[in-house]
């Protein structure tokens, strides 16, 4: 059950992480209805939103000769390429047109500078630049998060893990996620919740 101290963090279901978009996640659409569902549930849902320049970093297109789902050193770690997505202002970047955008309470747009990623809703890619989200749930008095939506693996993941460090108490429903899966991210990013005392349930 829902408790006035929880809120649902739904992550990234935008169109370009959908099936026909520029970086889709398989499936990625079959988990709105349940989506949708648990909104209405929860006293308080957030909404991300992948947000990116067109010059970003994390363009394997900015990277001359480099492919796709390639890794190159950046000044915070190693950071993944992705085919060019959630251009600001375009239609790939606009939540999924089934998603119940009208209840979220607060939409949190993430990786808009240039130079640096943000998978997690809390830290860009450096682990210590603040999306300031962890001060808006506090300041609302919510210690209890559910994280659902895209993609489990990397924004999810990342998400879940900033909030347990931030001390949340943290669960993830895998159903209402579906994960890229690149090189084993999957299984790494389950095991690392698990680590953290992420609660992973079905
Ligand atoms: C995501 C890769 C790049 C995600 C965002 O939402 O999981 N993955 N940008
Ligand atoms: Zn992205």
């Known amino acids: 059950m829902a408790e006035p101290q929880d809120a649902l963090i739904v992550i ?9 978009g520029a ?4 499936g990625g659409d079959e988990i709105l209805p349940q989506v949708n569902a648990l ?13 990116h320049p ?7 297109a900015n990277h001359p000769g480099a492919a796709p789902f390639s890794q190159v050193p950046m ?15 375009s239609e790939g970047a606009d939540f ?3 998603l119940d955008v009208e209840r979220a309470e607060l939409i949190l747009r993430k990786g808009f500078r240039p130079g640096i990623d943000s998978y997690s809703a809390f830290f ?14 506090r300041e609302r008095g919510i210690t ?24 949340f108490e943290v669960r993830v429903i895998e159903s209402a996620c579906r994960a890229i899966d690149l090189d084993g991210s999957l299984e790494a990013a389950r095991a690392a919740m698990r680590a953290a005392g992420v609660e992973l349930s079905a």
Do not use: K
């Open 12 to 20: 990234d279901i935008q169109n370009d992480f959908c099936p026909g």
């Open 23 to 26: 970086l889709a996640v398989a």
């Open 39 to 51: 909104m209405a549930q929860f006293p308080v849902s957030v909404l991300t939103q992948d947000w």
């Open 54 to 60: 067109e010059n970003h970093s994390s363009f394997a």
């Open 75 to 89: 000044p915070y770690g190693m950071q993944t390429l992705w085919p060019s997505h959630c251009v600001q202002g």
């Open 96 to 98: 999924h047109p089934g």
């Open 124 to 137: 860009e890619n450096d682990r210590s630049t603040a999306t300031g989200l962890a001060g808006y749930l």
């Open 144 to 167: 209890r998060l559910t994280f659902v939506g895209l993609a489990l693996d990397f924004c999810v993941g990342w998400s879940a893990l900033d909030a347990a460090r931030l001390g």
